[in-house]
């Protein structure tokens, strides 16, 4: 019995450095250009909509447009249920020709804060009708795949303890991808992404963000994988509409 339970460790093991001396690793540079907005228009009920266009080669050429939308409910201020769809053109190389996706959405996002660190956290699914490919040009149909997304973001103001305009804010973020389905085979893991840099709150309701992402990236095959070092800026803008009293 403790020899068949050393040779299955055994086994194991050796599928684990095999495995890991045939993994390559393809390093890129990009940019990304990020617009967010959490509109507020009554008690419970709101809109969120971002805007992004990346680039690769660091700014060199375009890679990808998203449009993603989406109905908020307000569970209270700190809790927020959204649902909504998301439009993803990504460009080919070398043709160039935009691959189109099609990606439902829905979300859980919350918010907390202990003594200076703010946090910030959503969990999100995803429903992804990925237009097939046969090399850089456009195939037939749609593919399909669920992906889950959990984000944990930590900001601290460097004076006070509370997110404030004028003051800057170190902040420090990891997001975790995993895909699901029948299509996926090797990359049940699909991507992450790391992020350290600076924000700074030009009101109370306008935020901008600056700082460097590192994007690990497993590919379909399993055993290749993209690092990408990016520059990203985003700008978060949030509105409260309501009718005051």
């Known amino acids: 019995m403790k020899k068949s339970v050393l040779l299955v460790s055994l086994f194991f093991l050796y599928t684990i450095a ?7 690793v ?10 967010f907005n959490q509109t507020r ?19 060199d050429r375009a890679n990808q447009n998203l449009v993603r939308a989406g109905a908020t409910y307000f569970l ?7 649902a909504g769809y998301a439009y993803v053109g990504s460009y080919l190389s070398p043709s160039g020709i935009i691959r189109p996706e099609h990606r439902p959405w ?9 003594g200076r660190l703010n946090l910030l956290q959503w969990i999100r699914a995803e429903q992804r009708y990925n237009h097939r490919i ?4 456009l195939g037939d149909g749609y593919g399909f795949n669920w992906r889950l997304r959990y984000n944990l ?8 303890e509370t997110i404030q305009p004028h003051v800057p804010n170190f902040v420090v973020q990891n997001e975790a991808f995993l ?46 994988y993209v690092n990408n070092h990016t520059l990203r800026l985003f700008v978060f803008h949030t509105l409260d509409v309501r009718r005051q009293p």
Request: no cysteine.
């Open 26 to 35: 393809n390093p890129q540079q990009g940019t990304w250009l990020g617009y």
């Open 179 to 224: 895909n699901f389905g029948k299509q996926i085979v090797a990359n049940t893991f699909d991507q992450n992404r790391f992020f350290v840099g600076m924000s700074y709150p030009f009101s109370k309701h306008l935020l901008g963000q600056l700082g460097y992402m590192n994007q690990f990236i497993q590919q379909p095959s399993g055993n290749t």
């Open 106 to 114: 829905q979300q859980i996002w919350w918010t907390g804060r202990s």
């Open 134 to 137: 046969n090399g850089d040009q």
């Open 76 to 82: 209270a201020d700190n809790l927020r249920l959204t």
């Open 18 to 24: 095999t495995g890991q001396s045939v993994k390559i």
């Open 153 to 160: 973001m930590l900001q601290i103001p460097l004076k006070g």
């Open 41 to 59: 228009f009554s008690t419970h009920w709101g809109l969120w909509v971002d805007l992004h266009h990346r680039r690769t080669d660091f700014a």
